[in-house]
């Protein structure tokens, strides 16, 4: 038991820092692409959309393959081998002096990115079954806790020199790297492990393979949709802030750490309370419903001091994740946690493939000139749609599901 409660502790850890990391870059990207291609701000949230699908293509691809990896071969070299990555691909992306190299630096960060899947399995490698949503909720907070000191600590060292953030991300997954070399134990006995099959790891072959549980399957395409909505927030946040409020990089930076701060404070803090007391199932669609009201204050706010309100309510849409992810976990045995969670990842990659392009094109056309109607906050109500959707196949899936 003190084992488990150690390995939970250290892969929380290796998740604060890549958020930590993650978070740092930021507030310098809108600045960062105007200055390598000399556009405006929608046309550099065009650019910035497609930074994040070259992201997302990678990880879509290398996600399920990782994730089988790492029931065969466990989760700690899979781990290790990641913050490596990204410690060298800050570094590389710290020097990029082209946005071609900048590119070819987010693929590297996408196949280093699908990692996540295997953190996330660890965590259920770890938690006893009825434990295992209030943990995935943890994994929320440390990754939000990354986001509290991230962007604010990337807003500053923005204003000095706009290349420091990521020197600065590259020295914190190279301590990373250093950390887990030296403490993180493995998780996924010898037992537990299976073999490698490269018919199941591939987005499609995984999917067809959970696709003969029904509830994950409902589960996953209501997920799909609530991923779609957040990069409404995710993909025009710095560029949606600047345009309709002049934010600078600091303001931009301080606004995520509160998005931080309040990640931890659901995920860490009050979800471990309330499901217990509510159930996973409840607590998925009331995370939705928040999710769905943050989205339309977001898009009718006139000021800053709106915008921090409605980031309340938003976040609160964080006690949906843990919960849908802890009912399909438990459908699972261990030797199918990574498949399945690599599953998840992937599908957070679709989305993100689709998400970005759809979200900052949205923005882009109806903040530009030539928009035929004044929108900045078309994409915050587009996605604010499909939280509706969401919740509908969410309801579907589990109106007859007992936990």
Known sequence: MQKRK???????????????????????????IISLTGVGTSEASEIGGYLLFAYAVCQFIFSPIIGGLSDKFGRRPVLLLSSFGFAIDYLFLAYAPTILLLFVGRVISGVMGASFATAA???????EPEKRAQNFGMVGAAFGLGFIIGPAIGGVLGEVGIRIPFLAAAGLSAINWVYGMFILPESLSLENRRAFDIKRANPFGVFKQLSKHKVILGLIVSMIFVYLASHAV?????????????????????????????????????IRWLIPKIGQKKAAYWGIIFYFIGLVFFGFALSGWMMYAAMVVYCLGGLA????????????????????????????????????ILMTHVFSYFSGDSAPIHIPGAAMYLAAIFTLISLFLCWRTLRSFTE
């Open 321 to 356: 994740g843990p919960a849908l992810q802890g009912i399909m976990s438990n459908q699972l045995p261990s030797s199918e946690q990574g498949e399945l969670q690599g599953a998840n990842t992937s599908m957070m990659s679709a989305t993100a493939i689709v998400g970005p």
């Open 121 to 127: 399995a660890y965590i259920a490698d770890v938690s």
């Open 6 to 32: 150690a390995g939970v502790g250290f892969v929380l850890f290796i998740i604060f820092m890549d958020s930590l990391g993650f978070g740092i870059i930021i507030p310098i990207m809108p600045e960062l």
């Open 234 to 270: 995710q993909s025009t946040w710095a560029f949606y802030t600047k345009l309709k409020f002049d934010w600078t990089m600091a303001e931009i930076g301080y606004s995520l750490s509160f998005v931080g701060v309040l990640t931890v404070a659901v995920q860490g803090g009050l």
